[in-house]
């Protein structure tokens, strides 16, 4: 089940039209059978630095959005995108915008128009806002601020710590029938690698658990 849900901005606006989750757009971009239905908008700024926010942004220059930025709050030595990733949305003429974090989404007729961003400091290690603002023009908005467990799908049949699944060495959940890997679960990875490697060795506490 993957961590299906986006974290919220925490400002104003951000349910307006044009203020998008990058996951949900992702899965329908992956499901479409025509790409050209998909709406686009021509500025697009995506809020976050992760694989998620490059892939938005990356996606949405191929489909032909004229000008699309990336907006993190950290520096870029900070963001969660392998430098591959990086350089990747760049010479895709994806421009990267370093501290600064949302403030605020400009509106007209309850549609998106810009984002007020604030620029932010490192302060000893504290993440700070400076006061000084900058807007960017922009007709959609991609929230790409870290994913969430939608706790629903399970129906509290799992044992949870910190939104995610508990399990133990073998992957197996408090559930004695049911076993979890992946970025769904405590102190799991958004690596491929790693889901691969849990969903081994779940398979083979499966196997000893039907063979016993």
């Known amino acids: 089940i993957g961590l299906g849900g986006v974290n919220a901005l925490g400002i104003d606006g951000e349910d307006m039209s044009g203020a998008l989750d990058a996951v949900d757009y992702i899965a329908d971009l992956r499901q479409a059978t025509d790409l050209s239905r998909l709406p686009v908008g021509r500025r697009v700024v995506v809020i976050g630095g992760g694989m998620t926010a490059v892939d938005i942004a990356v996606q949405t220059r191929l489909l032909g959005a004229e000008d699309v930025t990336i907006a993190y709050r950290r520096g870029q030595d900070r963001m969660n995108a392998s430098e591959y990733e990086q350089h990747l949305a760049q010479t ?31 302060r000893s290690g504290m993440l700070a806002g400076t006061g000084e603002t900058i807007t960017l023009p922009a007709d959609m908005v991609f929230k790409a601020v870290g994913q969430t467990l939608v706790q629903t799908d399970l129906g509290g049949a799992l044992d949870l710590e910190k939104g995610r699944i ?37 398979a083979e506490s499966i196997n000893a658990a039907l063979s016993a």
Request: charged content about 25%; hydrophobic content about 40%; glycine content about 10%.
């Open 166 to 202: 508990v399990v133990d060495a073998d992957r197996r959940t408090s559930l004695s029938d049911v076993w979890a890997g992946g970025d769904c679960v405590s102190g799991g990875e958004d690596l491929t690698v790693t889901a691969v490697e849990d969903g081994k060795i779940a």
């Open 92 to 122: 895709n003429g994806v421009r990267i915008v370093t501290w600064a974090q949302p403030k605020a989404l400009v509106s007209a007729n309850g549609a998106v128009t810009a984002v007020e961003l604030e620029r932010t400091e490192d």
